[in-house]
Structure formats: structure tokens, C-alpha cells
């Protein structure tokens, strides 16, 4: 039987993006393993290896995730290892070093180099050397973004390929515009009225995710422009308190809801009027491929995963990093044009099927048949899977 693993810094990315991979490796007949830390219970895993795999790079830990992952690396005959996020990526590379010479495969997706243009210099001087001294270790570096994959050629990674795949797909079953009356219904199930101009946006609470951005553009527009505006904010993380007092002190606490966890965005979203996403740095988010599928419009900051997702002008707005007040002024555009939001709802809908779960799949099966023995079997079945 062959024999996968997966690596990730935490389990539950391979709950966000990776199941249906997982799911289809397992039903082709594959020994499904991953390595990460948390607890979470995962489906489609035969064997869950727990790694304490921290994300910094400067935590000693790593060194007995590093050491965890060679025992379990040399320990099974692994036919293919696809890691992800950059210290699974760093780990998973180094301990695959020996199997390597023994047959084992070696994919890793680059979800947004951490280094980039705009990036911190520290970035650059961290994140870069690791990355390009370990591509040599890798016959297939993925990458999700045009300015990654650029970056990458040019550079002279040693990968034994280099492709860009459009991310982890979308399930435009699961992510679709919905109806006026079943909008309505949604709305008020939740306590909100047909109205309110609803802008969503989530992510954990991190200095990259910025919320804060998004709070502040909101006080400086609903009272006089927009009276009926409310941002939901859906996610977890360090800087929740943080941005309830900002929230308040600005005036805008009772417009503004911390949703927490929610495993239900694929209900929350198209009851909205607008996505918002306020990263510093994104590879290509899914939240915003979520919300193009169910027909938002999107206000956006410029970063090179957002701006490969969204035109400006097109099927939403690209705003400068840090640019409160134009943020503002679009949030004001689109609240007081309907014909607007229709339009580039319309378009977003239009550029989601590009980066749906099925393209995905195609692209990716294209890879695993190259490094995964019967490329047939392999290219013919995964269309099918967990779709």
C-alpha cells in the first residue's frame, strides 16, 4: 500500500484547506498520515503523528519537531511527502533528506513567501536564504500567487519544478449567491434587518490580518454616510481584546460583532452586502475566494495575493496598505450604489470559477501523476473526488 504524508505547522490547516486531498488519497487506496501539532481529531487520516512544530523559526522547539519528524519519516516507506507553511515546509525537507535518496517524493506548497515586495527587510533576511537553500531538497515547489511563482524563477530556485496552482479551491456547491428572500430570512434569524449594510471579513486576530484597519474605517464613515453599516468580524487570536476596546473608544462598539469561531461562513457570507480584507500580506486567501463565490463585491488592501483575486474596479477596490480614509470612501461607494454592488457581485462570481475546487483538483492531479506512480489512474479519479 502507498504511503503519504502530509506536514503542517498546526492540524488545523489541513482541516481549512486540505481534505478533499486528504479524501482522495485515501480512496485511491493510500496509507494516509500527517505531522503537525493540536489535537483535532481529522478525517481521512489513517495515523496522525503529533510534532512539536512551532511556526517561529527562532523557537527551539523545532529542533524536537525536526527530530520527531526524521523517527517518523525514516520509520515508514513514504512514496510521496507534500508539506506545508514554512516551518512544516523547513522540517518536513530536512528529514526527508535520506528517504529522498531512497525514492520518496518531495512536494511543498508555498502559500505566500513570507518574503516579498513590501515585506520587512527582517523577512527577507529570515525567510529567503531558508527557502532558496532548501529547493534543491524539493522536486516540486508549488506556488499559489504570480509574484511567488515570478520570484521563484527568477531567483534560481534549484526545485526540480516549479508550478503555480490557484490556491487550495473553492466548493462553489458549498459558496453561492442565495436569493433575496432567503438572504432576508438569514438576516433575521440573526438579528439583523433587511437595512443594515453588512461588510464581513474573517480571519485570526494578528498584526497581518489588521482588523483594526477595518474598525477604523468604519468610525470615520457610518455616523454621517453609512448610519446602518456593521462589520462582522468571524475568527479567533491575540488581538481580539485589543480591537473591542479599539472598537468601542472609536464609538463603534454596537457596529461592530466579534463573531468568534464559526464553522458556518459558507452561511454567514452571502447574506452580506460586502467582503472587506485588510491583510498586510496574503498568498491568495481563501476567505476571499469564498466570498467572490458568493457574489460579493470586494474592498481590499493592495497585496499580491488580494490583488490577484480582485480588479480594482472590477469586482471590488484595491486600497493602499494603512489608507484609512479611502477604505472609507469606498465602504460609502458601494453602500450608496446598489447597480454597483450588482455589477462587481456579478464579477466576482464570474472569476471564482477559475480558483473552484474542481480546476484545483485538475492542476494538482497533473502534479501528484508525475510524482505518484500511475499517473492514469491518478489523473482520471481525482476529478471525481470530494466534489
Not at 489588521?210 to 456593521?230: E, F, G, T, V, W
Amino acid at each position: 500500500m502507498p504511503k503519504v504524508l502530509f506536514c503542517a505547522t498546526v492540524d488545523i490547516h489541513f482541516k481549512k484547506f486540505h481534505l478533499p486531498y486528504l479524501q482522495w488519497f485515501q480512496s485511491q487506496g493510500w496509507e494516509v498520515h500527517v505531522a503537525s501539532s493540536g489535537d483535532m481529531d481529522l478525517p481521512y487520516v489513517d495515523i496522525k503523528h503529533h510534532i512539536s512544530i512551532h511556526r517561529s523559526p527562532f523557537t527551539l522547539s523545532n529542533m524536537t519537531a525536526y527530530r520527531q519528524l526524521a523517527a517518523i519519516v525514516n520509520g515508514h516507506s513514504f512514496d510521496l511527502i507534500h508539506c506545508h507553511t514554512p516551518m512544516g515546509g523547513v522540517l518536513a525537507r530536512l528529514a526527508a533528506r535520506k528517504t529522498r535518496k531512497q525514492g520518496t517524493k518531495v512536494i511543498y506548497t508555498a502559500h505566500g513567501f513570507h518574503f516579498c515586495k513590501g515585506a520587512p527587510l527582517l523577512n527577507w533576511l529570515v525567510y529567503y536564504p531558508i527557502e532558496k537553500s532548501l529547493a534543491h531538497l524539493t522536486d516540486c515547489l508549488i506556488t499559489i500567487n504570480s509574484e511567488d511563482y515570478s520570484l521563484a524563477q527568477q531567483r534560481r530556485f534549484r526545485a526540480g519544478r516549479i508550478e503555480q496552482v490557484r490556491g487550495v479551491g473553492v466548493n462553489l456547491e458549498h459558496y453561492r449567491p442565495i436569493g433575496t428572500k432567503e438572504k432576508l430570512a438569514r438576516r433575521d434569524q440573526l438579528g439583523y434587518g433587511s437595512d443594515d449594510f453588512l461588510l464581513f471579513f474573517a480571519g485570526e486576530f494578528n498584526k497581518n490580518k489588521n482588523q483594526q484597519l477595518l474598525i477604523r474605517a468604519l468610525a470615520s464613515s457610518y455616523k454621517d454616510k453609512i448610519p446602518h453599516c456593521k462589520l462582522l468580524l468571524a475568527g479567533e487570536g491575540g488581538q481580539v481584546a485589543e480591537c473591542r476596546l479599539l472598537a468601542s473608544s472609536l464609538g463603534v462598539g454596537d457596529r461592530v460583532d466579534f463573531l468568534g469561531y464559526r464553522n458556518d461562513i459558507e452561511e454567514l457570507l452571502p447574506m452580506c452586502d460586502v467582503a472587506v480584507a485588510s491583510s498586510l500580506r496574503e498568498g491568495l486567501p481563501v476567505n476571499i475566494m469564498e466570498a467572490m463565490a458568493c457574489g460579493l463585491p470586494i474592498i481590499a488592501t493592495a497585496n499580491r495575493g488580494h490583488s490577484e483575486l480582485v480588479e480594482d474596479q472590477g469586482n471590488g477596490f484595491i486600497v493602499a496598505p494603512g489608507d484609512i480614509q479611502a477604505f472609507a470612501d469606498r465602504m460609502d461607494q458601494l453602500y450608496h450604489s446598489e447597480l454597483l454592488r450588482e455589477r462587481m457581485g456579478q464579477e466576482s462570481v464570474r472569476r471564482a470559477a477559475n480558483y473552484s475546487l474542481t480546476q484545483v483538483k485538475a492542476q494538482l492531479s497533473e502534479i501528484y501523476s508525475r510524482y505518484a506512480g500511475d499517473g492514469e489512474k491518478i489523473e482520471r479519479k481525482v476529478y471525481g473526488a470530494y466534489s
